[in-house]
Structure formats: C-alpha cells, structure tokens
C-alpha cells in the first residue's frame, strides 16, 4: 500500500511539473505583431498637365475722337464659352506649394452694338471678338490639408482681338474699317485644386485679364491728324480644370 501511494505521489508531481514547465514556456515565448501599414502622403512635386473648359465675359472699350468736331466713348459686353489646355511644374516645401503654369485657350467671346457718332446724321456698329487667349503665370499655394491647395496666381497675357467698325452717315453711305491684332497686357487671379488619387487632381479658377489698348490715328497731309481711335479689352474667366501629375 505504502508503494502505491509513493508511486501516485510521484506521477502527480511529474504531472504538475510538465504543466507548469509548458506554462512558463509560453509566457517566455516573445509574441509577434505587424507593423502598422504605411499611409502615403501626396507630394504636389512635379510636372503636370491637363485641359479645362470655362466661361468668359469681358468689356471692349472703344474711344474715338474727330478733330474740331467731338469725341464719343462707348463699351460693350463680350461674352462667350473658352476651352484649353494647359502644363505646369510644382514644388511642395512643407504646406507651401510654388509653381509656374502656361495655359492656351480658344475662346467663342463676342459682341457688337450701334451708337451714335460724333457727326450729326452718322451712327457707328461695331463688332468685337476675341478669338484665343493665353497665359504664363507663377503660382503660390497653400495646402489647408495634404490633397488640397488654396492658391494665387498672377503673370503675362496674351490674345487676338479683331473688331470691326462701320461708320454710316444718313443719305450718303457707310465705309467700314476691320482691326486684328495680337495684344499682350496681365493677369490676375485664384483657385482651389485636390487631389484624388493616382496623380489626379481637378480645379476651380477665376483669372481677370487686361489686353492692355491700341490707339489708331489717321491723318491728313493737310491737316495732320484728323482722327483718334483707342481700343482696350478686358476679360474675366471662371473655368474647371483636371490635371495629370508625372512623378515627384
């Protein structure tokens, strides 16, 4: 009897022993976990281009002057539908954004008017067009989160202009005169552009344009100059806009 016990004695400590051995195994074994995923943060570096389409309306402003018999002024509504492309190159230093961007724009802005001449009896139409427009202008951006960019942009404009004005007297006839020429004057405005992935990005833009004038005189052997003209146009632009970013 006295054996038994000693033999069960001795299994029930072997027991204990193993059990408590694969215990503090486990809890010495060191436990493995992933690492956190890596989140990417978009970078605005790098060269991009893209296209846009918009609406435009401006003002054309015709003055005109005959010696010893008057002056008359007049501005009228040019409005119409622009489409372009455009490229550029930003460069992202913390949540500033510096770039340059060039744009070319087709532009279906028109209008005309009849108002009355400087001479009694004479009436003057006009019809004002501005075929295409374009700009280059440095931009500067602040990122109010990683993927979106509040920004101001100014720079050089430049477009075509043609007009044409007839010039008809009561009782006598008219005689019409066309004008066409390539204007450069400046730009200003703003925007908001975000990005959404895969080097994406769409935008909202405002641009004010100044063409700067043209003055025309005509003269006489005679009596030298005898008439003025000047012509100026203006120009604001709401267009969207979606780019492509290569690398960075």
């Known amino acids: 009897m006295r054996l038994i016990k000693l033999a069960m004695l001795a299994a029930t400590s072997l027991v204990v022993f193993a059990t408590g051995g694969a215990v503090a195994a486990d809890l010495a074994r060191p436990v493995y976990r992933a690492p956190p995923p890596v989140v990417a943060v ?96 440095s931009r500067l951006g602040l990122l109010v989160t990683p993927n979106i960019l509040l920004y101001g942009t100014a720079g050089v404009a430049y477009g075509q202009v043609k007009d044409s004005a007839t010039i008809t007297i009561t009782g006598v006839g008219s005689a019409t005169a066309s004008f066409k020429d390539v204007k450069a004057g400046w730009t200003v405005g703003a925007g908001i552009e975000g990005a959404f992935g895969g080097g994406w990005s769409a935008k909202l833009e405002y641009l004010y344009l100044d063409l700067g004038k043209t003055e025309h005189t005509v003269a006489s052997p005679f009596l030298g100059t005898v008439a003025t003209e000047t012509r100026r146009t203006t120009d604001n632009i709401l267009r969207v806009g979606l780019n492509y970013k290569w690398g960075g």
Request: glycine letters at 18%.
């Open 42 to 137: 978009y970078t605005w570096t790098g060269l991009y281009w893209g296209g846009n389409v918009g609406y435009s309306w401006g003002q054309a402003k015709y003055d005109a002057t005959l010696i010893f018999a008057g002056a008359t002024s007049h501005s009228e509504d040019i409005n119409g539908g622009v489409v372009g492309v455009q490229s550029g190159y930003n460069y992202q230093v913390g949540a500033w954004v510096f770039g340059a961007e060039t744009d070319i724009q087709w532009s279906g802005q028109k209008g005309g008017s009849t108002f009355p001449g400087v001479l009694p009896l004479t009436t003057i139409t006009t019809d004002q067009k501005l075929e295409w427009f374009g700009t280059s202008r």
